[in-house]
Structure formats: C-alpha cells, structure tokens
C-alpha cells in the first residue's frame, strides 16, 4: 500500500526543482536529517555558488586593492551593470529602466521623493491595510515630511466585513468614490501576510485613469511570480532580494521606473555622484549630468561584496526561467493546499491566501481561530505553534503574531516531501490540541 508519504517522494522523483544548488539547513528536531524549509518567503536559503562569488571578491581587492575598480576580474566601477540585465529580465523590465541599489524601504522613499508630490486635494496615499509595518512606516514620514497628517493622508484599505484579503474591487471602487483626492497608490504585489497576488495590470490602469501615480511593493512577488511592469505601465516598483531571489539576510534590493518618467525634467530626484552619467562620473564637476535611466536614481558607490551574492542568485533565475519556476509553484502549493484541505475542517486553521492560483504566489497563510483564548489557555499562538513545528518536526515556517501562519515552497528548493512533512507535523499538532 502506498502512503501519503510515499506519495509525496513518488512527486518528487517526477517533478524535481533545483535543490541541489542550494545548501539546506539541518533539522534542529523531528526524524529527518534536513529540514522542510518553508520560510523562503522571509529568507531565501543559501545557493552553493555564493561563497565562491564573495571570495573571488575577496581575492580581487586582495590582490588589486584600488586597481580592482578597473582590473577585477568583474570590475567594480561598473559592476552593478551586471545586475541590471537580469533583474531586468526578472521583472519584465527594459534594462534602462531597472537598478539594484540599496535596501528596500530606502528605495521605497527615494522613489517616493520622485513619485509622491501632494498638491491641492491630490495629497492622499492608498495602501493596503495589511501593508508591512515598513511601508506603513514610510507612507506616514513622507505625509509628515511634506507637512500633512499622516492620519488623513494615508489611506489603508480593509477587506470587506467576513473577507480574509482585499478584492481588487474593492480597490477600484475606493479609486471610483475618491481617486480626485490620492496622489499615489501603493500596495504590495504579493501581500506579505495573506500570500494574495493583487491584479497589478488593472489596479495600476484604474489608478491612472483617476489621474493617480501606482507603484508595487514587489517584497514577495519578485522571483515569485511572473511579472511585466512595463507592459504593465507599473509607475515605479521596488523589491528586495533576501526573500524569493535568495541572495542573503539584508541582501541589495531593486528599483523600476518606468522609460515615460526616465527623461521628464520636471521629476525630483535626490542625488549623488553614482547619479551622474559615467563618463563624466571622475571629471568632478559641481553639476550632475545624469543619463535618462534607472541609474539616475543611484547615490553612493555600491557595495560590491553585497553584490555577488545578487549576481549569482539572478544567475540561477536566468537559467531556470521564471516560467518554468511558476510551473512548478503552481504544483507545489496546489499539491500544499490540498493537503491543508484535508485537515482543516472543523480545526482551529484556516487558510486564508486565495484558492485560485491565479490571486496567489507559492505562499499558503493558515490563520489560528480565537489565538488570545489560547494562548492563554498555554495552547499555541501562531509563535507557539511554528516553534514546536521546529523544534519537535523539523518544519521552518514561520509566523506573524497574533494568529498567522505561512507556509511558502519555494519551487526552486522546496519538495513535495517538505510540503507532506509540514501537514502531518501540523496535523499531530492539531490533534494534540483538540484532546
Ligand atoms: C520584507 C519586506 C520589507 C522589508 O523592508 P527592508 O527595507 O528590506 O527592511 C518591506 N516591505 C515589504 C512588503 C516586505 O515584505
């Protein structure tokens, strides 16, 4: 007879990812040597070529000290050129109009200094309600910086009453009622909580139809799903790449902005001399000269030991192809969810990301009935529950206090066995409570 663990090893044979190229933590408990990694959608796992790439960095300065701008084997004045292409290709951007630099929220607020410039009753900011904290945190500053109040500038927008995540409806009807008031619109591609894929192509066309600016917060959609922001005439765009693109704990994150913006003068831009056209980047003028690109967005000098690690993980995706990796997640999380179907009912979990592959990305959030009377009870909180996942199973998950959940196979790592392992493990656990 076959089991449902001989089942989930049987998929894998006939549908393997890239596992190999990946190192895979050890379990810290449970009966398998490795872990079931299911939190690449908070760090991404370590690919086995990205200690070579930081070491042959390592080697150039070395050995070249300040000859390696020019003479490393990748030389560093124009290294982040190297990046550009494939984050690019990523996205489904034109190079001019990508850039990796920085962190994400920072490239949020410069883009935000470009993007978001209240004037008359055009002063509001849409963000979703369940934004993470950092976009939360970003819209307020920028309505304070220009002197509003962040309470009636910022809007956040809620599921409707017994929804578990925002409907683009819901977007489009708040943009019909009172898009003549907001500036710009700024929600997350894939939400951070909910695992919910929005319809960036029609909320950026009903933004831009109300006379609104859009851009994406692309924290858990880069790497994930497939994206074309200039078809998709996404205003600008930012995302980091510690999570799906696996290029390390607070890696460099990317920008977009769309070619119509590239050479508009009447854009602010805050600068420095990485702004300025290279060609005249050393002749050390007091005026910039920036080409109409991405780049222009660029301040300081990039870190290059941060930027291997970014090379070689676009390297994988390049070779892969986001298509074929979005093949493989569909089946993933299809194969996830249907397990989750089975032990759900009647249980204190629920999934609340979207059924339909379609509104959703490789992220499944589980939500934990009434979690304060059960903390307090000393049965699990969503922090109680992935920690005994881990320590008595083996499963990395991970949680958002109170009462969430998520489980994300990464196609690129992740297997059916991993998927198999987290239910079970949860459904021991559940079963435990209930007694
Ligand atoms: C992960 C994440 C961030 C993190 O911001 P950093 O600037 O990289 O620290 C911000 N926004 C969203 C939506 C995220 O998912």
């Known amino acids: 007879m076959t089991t449902p663990e001989d089942e989930a090893r049987r998929r894998d044979a006939a549908d393997p990812g890239h596992r190999d190229l990946f190192h895979i933590p050890p379990a810290q408990g449970g009966r398998y040597a490795e872990t079931a990694y299911l939190a690449g959608n908070s760090l991404g796992l370590q690919p086995r070529a990205t200690r070579a790439e930081l070491v042959e960095e390592l080697d150039a300065w070395a050995t070249l000290g300040v000859e390696g701008h020019l003479e490393a084997g990748r030389p560093w004045l124009p290294y982040h050129e190297f990046l550009t292409q494939p984050a690019a290709r990523l996205v489904g951007a034109l190079p001019t109009e990508t850039v990796v630099m920085n962190s994400l929220t920072v490239n949020l607020h410069l883009l935000m200094v470009s993007f978001y410039r209240p004037a008359g009753d055009r002063i509001r900011i849409v963000i979703e309600d369940s934004a993470f904290p950092s976009d939360s945190y970003a819209v307020r500053s920028q309505a304070r910086f220009h002197g509003l109040d962040p309470d009636t500038t910022v809007v956040r927008l809620r599921p409707r009453p017994g929804a578990d995540t925002l409907h683009t409806e819901d977007v489009l009807d708040y943009l019909d009622r009172e898009g003549d008031r907001v500036a710009l619109v700024l929600l997350g591609g894939v939400n951070y909580l909910t695992g919910e894929l929005m319809d960036i192509p029609t909320i950026t066309r009903a933004g831009h139809a109300v006379g609104a600016l859009v851009g994406w917060d692309l924290a858990h959609a880069a790497g994930n799903v497939p994206l074309a922001l200039h078809d998709w005439d996404v205003d600008f765009a930012a995302w980091c790449s510690y999570k799906y693109l696996n290029s390390g704990p607070g890696a460099l994150a990317g920008a977009f902005i769309h070619e119509r913006h590239l050479a508009d003068p009447a854009i602010q831009r805050f600068e420095g001399w990485w702004s300025t056209d290279p060609a005249t980047r050393f002749e050390m003028t007091p005026h910039s000269r920036p080409l109409p690109t991405a780049d222009a967005w660029q301040i300081s000098n990039p870190p290059i030991l941060a930027m291997g690690p970014v090379r070689t993980s676009l390297e994988i995706f390049d070779k892969v192809g986001m298509a074929a990796l979005r093949e493989r ?41 009434d979690p304060g009377n059960r903390a307090a009870s000393g049965q699990g909180s969503a922090a109680e529950l992935s920690r005994r996942l881990r320590h008595e199973y083996g499963v990395v998950a991970d949680a958002r206090e109170p009462d969430v959940v998520r489980l994300a196979p990464v196609p690129l790592y992740s297997t059916y066995h991993d998927c198999w392992r987290a239910v079970d493990a949860l459904a021991q656990l559940v079963a435990e409570d209930a007694r």
Request: charged share 25%.
């Open 329 to 369: 997640s569909c089946r993933l999380t299809g194969y996830l969810a249907g397990l989750l179907d089975e032990i759900t009912p009647n249980r204190p979990l629920r999934v609340v990301t979207p059924a339909d592959p379609d509104r959703r990305g490789c992220q499944l959030s589980l939500r934990i009935a």
